[in-house]
């Protein structure tokens, strides 16, 4: 049975600090997600890896994936308020990729 | 969230009443699905459907019943409501354009009294 674990499961950061959110999961998997969530809000999908050493970035967020580690890393850099979401890791099973299985989700709250 | 609605938005049941949710997509997609998602745990996967007239349990399907007898359209049902079944629910769809991902509705606040 595939689980998915996140560490840490709340993250309290001050603006313009660097950080890291870490996603594994426990079997093999075909791809990798990440989703953020805003406060009462739905979730917005931010990052897709397919492959081992895949490495997609999108303004202050970088992540990366593992496979043989089963692991991959959400890297914020110089953090804004604006980032202070839930993020969510998601992972498909091999082999049944019609299915997602989540993280419980990263609180990131960035202070000023 | 374009292109997926969820019916109704909000919700506040008493124990033991029965209420449908509705899923619509207007895009053409085959897989649908509904989770709950409750504080500290994620997004738990009730049930989905991968094709018109189909449809097959997830993790935690106890306590709901579902239909997608269109395809555009994944009802998720609770019989009798319980408090434990208190949570937001999100329907999903899997898109292949831009990228093969699961595309959420807005939600379903569902309060269990």
């Known amino acids: 049975e595939l689980k998915v674990e996140q560490n840490p499961l709340f993250l309290s950061m001050q603006e313009g600090k660097n950080y890291t959110i870490y996603c594994n999961y426990s079997t093999t998997s075909d791809r990798l997600y990440w989703y953020r969530q805003d406060p009462g809000k739905s979730l917005e999908s931010l990052f897709v890896l397919l492959s081992n050493g895949a490495v997609k970035q999108e303004g202050r967020l970088m992540a990366s994936l593992d496979t043989k580690a089963r692991l991959s890393t959400l890297h914020i850099t110089a953090a804004v308020h604006d980032l202070s979401a839930t993020y969510f890791c998601a992972v498909t099973p091999q082999g049944g990729s019609e299915k997602l299985v989540f993280g419980k989700g990263t609180k990131l709250t960035v202070n000023p | 969230n374009a292109g997926v609605t969820q019916t109704p938005k909000f919700r506040v049941l008493k124990t033991g009443q029965s209420m449908t949710l509705l899923c619509a997509q207007d895009?053409?997609?085959?897989?649908m699905y509904w989770y709950r998602q409750d504080p500290g745990m994620g997004l738990r996967l009730i049930h989905y459907?991968?094709?018109?007239?189909?449809?097959a349990k997830g993790e935690v399907p106890d306590g709901y019943n579902v239909s997608r007898l269109k395809k555009q359209n994944f009802l998720l049902g609770l019989e009798s409501a319980a408090p434990s079944q208190t949570s937001v629910y999100f329907c999903a769809v899997w898109t292949r354009q831009p990228v093969y991902e699961q595309y959420f509705g807005p939600g379903t606040r569902l309060t269990v009294t």
């Open positions: 895009m053409n997609h085959e897989y």
């Open positions: 459907s991968v094709g018109e007239g189909t449809t």
